[in-house]
């Protein structure tokens, strides 16, 4: 429902002279420096300078889709009136606030290989966005047989997140993401899992990029994995990492390669590898794992650009459980592969997609003494907004 409202006021108030022009998108064509001040809607738009003008390594501000409100009103009496007065306090609320009017800034020169960004749409590849951002997203895995154990298990996902990303200095960035998970479990039948878990992590990444064809990522995600069934101990926590270098070969192919770390039952080196090739301005084929996503742009509908996609993904979580009779605490570990298609609808500062698909190879295996057992494939169906 969430998605769906914020799908009708996007929709419902933009203007489309402001968005494109010449079939382009403004927040994509146009850029300010940083340094400038953010206009009052009073000044009107900012002046435009070329992107190409910069060093590529600084960021720049591009111009977001609008939604027109009546935030515009200015007060201040006493306490917390002047407060909201306060320029810095005004614009914090209005990177939170998904419809209020925006201009973001962006980095030219990185690029997160397993990140949102595109390397095609109406202008090309997309810069990477700074501030702040939200994200949302809902899965349904419906009931499947469990083997190894008795009866069924469904699962719905929730994730979601917001996250900060800044520059500490020229070359350097920070990215702050604060997750919080949720995992609604029903069944199997033999063993008494929790009807809920919980994941509550940080993931601190810090970029380091150049004018070049280098750059990479070094990344720490300590998460909280508990139920409230249970006092926190060892199985409720997960302490992950990650190094990953990408290489910009030439303006079709991009390298990477990389390691991380997931902490879980079992300690998994996972590689992260692999190449993304862009043929042309319709297709982005990344081949990497443990995400693979081919892209083809649909072009513009509704005032975004469109795509259509297919994704590989592997998966590994662990989560503190709680065995009943006796009540004890354990660690169990589920992996799966899922196989999706999906369409993905980007506005710039608003991102919808929907994804349907298949899992398989999925697993369930415990720290303690509580029987592992396998699940058996599954549909799965996803819907999420970024913004």
Request: hydrophobic content about 40%.
């Amino acid at each position: 429902m969430l998605t769906s409202f914020l799908i009708a006021v996007s929709i419902w108030g933009t203007d489309p002279n402001i968005v494109f022009a010449e079939n382009r998108a403004s927040w994509q064509q146009s850029a300010i420096s940083i340094e400038s001040e953010l206009p009052s809607p009073a000044q009107g738009p900012p002046a435009i300078v070329q992107a190409s003008s910069r060093v590529f390594s600084e960021p720049f501000v591009a111009r977001a889709q609008t939604v027109n409100d009546d935030l515009q009103d200015r007060f201040c009496d006493t306490g917390i009136g002047c407060a909201l007065e306060d320029p810095k306090v005004q614009h914090l609320i209005a990177e939170i606030n998904p419809f209020v009017p925006l201009n973001f800034p962006v980095l030219k020169n990185y690029f997160d290989p397993y990140g949102w960004q595109m390397l095609t749409g109406s202008t090309g590849p997309q810069d990477y966005r700074l501030g702040w951002s939200t994200f949302n997203e809902i899965s349904v895995l419906p009931a499947t047989q469990a083997f190894g154990t008795t009866g069924n298990m469904k699962i719905v996902e929730w994730n979601s997140n917001a996250k900060y990303s800044g520059l500490i200095r020229p070359g350097v960035l920070f990215d702050g993401t604060f997750w919080f998970n949720a995992r609604w479990w029903d069944g199997p039948g033999g063993i008494n899992l929790p009807a809920q878990v919980d994941q509550i992590s940080s993931d601190l990444l810090l970029g380091f990029f150049n004018d070049g064809p280098w750059s990479a990522q070094l990344a720490f995600h300590p998460q909280l994995v508990e139920t409230y069934e249970a006092k926190i101990d060892k199985n409720a926590f997960n302490f992950d990492g990650r190094a990953i270098v990408t290489y910009t070969a030439s303006p079709k192919w991009k390298l990477v390669g990389g390691v991380a770390i997931w902490d879980r039952v079992n300690t998994l080196v996972i590689p992260h590898v692999g190449a993304i090739w862009t043929p042309n301005n319709r297709w982005e084929i990344r081949a990497l794992f443990p995400t693979s996503r081919i892209s083809y742009f649909m072009g513009n509908w509704r005032n975004a650009d469109f795509w259509v996609y297919s994704q590989y993904q592997y998966g590994a979580e662990a989560y503190q459980a709680v065995i009943a009779d006796p009540r004890t605490s354990d660690r169990i570990q589920i992996t799966d592969q899922r196989l999706t298609a999906g369409v993905r609808w980007d506005s710039g500062r608003y991102t919808f997609f929907a994804e349907a698909g298949y899992v398989f190879d999925r697993r369930a295996i415990f720290a303690g003494s509580t029987p592992n057992f396998n699940l058996g494939d599954s549909a799965i169906l996803s819907v999420g907004v970024r913004y």
